[in-house]
């Protein structure tokens, strides 16, 4: 490989949440006991080395002792449009259809209030991304859920008819679309899109679609944006997309929407803009077109199958030696959500035990309840193998195998 993908930079000490909150924050895994290292795997950032030419555009940028005002660059904006045409086969956008949002939870509150009042109800689809669930509510939104179901061959469905029973009593008239899916990992197929575009449609739905995780899919896999699959959807949709997953850039902030109708962009536009706090940082800017580049393509391409590698080695692992732990092979996001129920009834266990069990032995995994998995757990796995295989034979070998 051209990049390095075996060496985890030491963040310790270094402003890295993943890290540093550990045993510290009520809502961070537990310290491990003596003799265990702390395994960061909750946290959805990763413990790679980012892109260098991210790294060296902002280098550039620093050289340049000054940081006042300014607007963003042409360089900016053609990036972002060569990005979606080369990387989603993506045709028309113009740079008008492009805007910054401080973050795309930030890009959601300011669609929310475009779309909707206060109190109004807002679809989901369940396992809920926990981002989407605080900042819907946080916002006076009444969260609707409709659950996504396993079907026989185990893959992660959309349930239609429930999708338009809920529309219906619940009179919702915004849903969040989350493609490729967090927590569940799964990168919805065009006729899944567009039939549940149908159904949005037809109950006078507008869309808001988080794509941030549109980048790490499988290879052999194709990410189809959901304003691509119609005139409608095309029009009735806004997309949010960020470097910030893909070349692990949330600490910069800035992310962008696509919204091609002129009424709704102008709408959440005058949203975003009524804190006048929504405004871009120079080195976010300068960060992604770095993240853009041809190199920044080809280190995109060596992430996508390291990390193909890791869920394989991962769920391999789980499937053959954690007997009663249930794991669905993501297609999309670095991200697993094994179902633990099994497991712990047989063994008397609570899903809190568990956790802590890992914890203990320095594995910091994530609770899943709150993304709706009642026995699930949430594990990154974007870091290097030799560390995963760690965490997996800590595992293995002190909870769900002790011997």
């Known amino acids: 490989m051209q ?19 550990i045993g510290m924050d009520p809502t961070a895994p537990a310290a491990p006991r003596a003799g265990f290292d702390a395994i960061p795997m909750w946290v959805a950032d990763m413990a790679f080395k980012t892109c260098p030419a991210v790294t060296e555009a902002i280098g550039r940028r620093l050289a340049q002792p000054h940081f006042g005002y300014f607007e963003p660059r042409e360089e900016y904006l053609s990036a972002i449009l060569s990005w979606q045409c080369d990387r989603n086969g993506v ?17 959601l509150v300011s669609a929310l209030a475009a779309l909707a009042s206060p109190g109004d109800s807002v679809l989901v689809h369940s396992p809920t991304y926990i981002g989407f669930t605080k900042s819907i509510s946080n916002a006076g939104y009444r969260i609707v859920s409709s659950p996504l179901v396993l079907d026989e061959e185990g893959m992660w469905r959309m349930d239609f008819d429930d999708m338009e029973r ?7 008239h915004v849903a969040v679309f989350c493609s490729p899916h967090n927590p569940c990992g799964r990168v919805w197929e065009r006729a899944e899109i567009e039939r549940a575009m149908e159904v949005y449609a037809a109950h006078d739905v507008m869309v808001i679609s988080d794509e941030i995780w549109s980048d790490i899919i499988r290879p052999g896999l194709v990410h189809t944006p959901t304003q691509s699959v119609s005139d409608d959807a095309r029009r009735r949709t806004v997309a949010l997309y960020a470097p910030s997953k893909t070349f692990s850039l949330a600490g910069l902030v800035g992310s962008y ?19 006048h706090y929504n405004m871009m940082n120079v080195l976010s800017m300068h960060a992604l077109m770095g993240a853009y580049s041809e190199e920044g393509r080809a280190w995109a391409d060596e992430l996508r199958a390291v990390i193909a590698e890791n869920v394989d080695l991962a769920c391999d692992v789980i499937d053959e030696r954690f007997d009663g732990v249930d794991v669905v092979r993501p297609q999309g996001t670095y991200m697993i959500f094994p179902d633990c129920s099994a497991w712990c009834a047989r063994h008397g266990k609570t899903l809190d035990e568990l956790l802590a069990a890992g914890w203990d032995v320095g ?9 709706h998995g009642a ?15 760690e965490a997996l034979d800590r595992l293995d070998r002190y909870v769900f195998n002790p011997r």
């Open 3 to 21: 990049f390095d993908f075996t060496t985890a930079p030491d963040r310790r000490g270094h402003d890295a949440l993943a890290i540093d909150s």
């Open 91 to 107: 045709t028309g956008l113009e740079p008008r259809h492009v805007g910054y949002e401080n973050g795309v939870l930030g890009g």
């Open 363 to 371: 594995v910091g995994w994530q609770d899943g309840r709150p993304f």
């Open 257 to 275: 929407h696509i919204i091609y109708d002129d009424y709704l962009r102008d709408r959440v536009d005058a949203c975003a803009s009524k804190s």
């Open 166 to 172: 809920r529309l219906v009593e619940s009179r919702a």
């Open 375 to 389: 026995f699930n757990i949430r594990m990154n796995l974007a870091l290097p193998a030799a560390r995963l295989e």
